[in-house]
């Protein structure tokens, strides 16, 4: 699918605040990178928190047009693999549906919960810090 994707991953985490959340600051810098690279404008939000995530990006400070998708986890995935980039949360879910998925370019946290957690960078994967500055590209 042409486009990006983003995956927001809400529902346990706002239910387990010893977990870390990601940043707008991740979320907005992410969209910026693939809008300045690419022309991406349009970015569907794949997450199970629509409510959240509509509240969340409200106050962000950006200019693209964001739609929202929820379905079951199977779908999600789905979603996920199929699109041409994706903004991963700091999820396994999304961490493989970047890496075997059809993605040319997939954005990453530099880890999902504490440092070192994560599997090698894949072939297709640029690391943010969860404050949104580039690390690896």
Not at 21 to 32: F, G, P, R
């Amino acid at each position: 699918i042409q486009g990006a994707a983003i995956h927001v991953r809400a529902g346990d985490l706002l239910r387990q605040p010893e977990n870390l959340l990601m940043t707008i600051d991740y979320y907005e810098n992410s969209m910026k990178m693939l809008s300045q690279t690419y022309g991406i404008n349009k970015f569907l939000i794949v997450t199970e928190d629509v409510g959240f995530a509509k509240s969340y990006f409200a106050d962000a400070e950006i200019n693209y047009s964001l739609q929202y998708q929820t379905s079951n986890e199977l779908e999600d995935f789905i979603t996920l693999m199929r699109h041409q980039y994706l903004i991963s949360a700091n999820s396994t879910f999304s961490w493989v549906a970047g890496a075997v998925g059809l993605a040319e370019l997939f954005i990453s946290t530099e880890y999902f919960y504490k440092p070192a957690d994560k599997p090698k960078t894949a072939r297709n994967e640029i690391i943010m810090s969860f404050a949104g500055d580039m690390i690896k590209s």
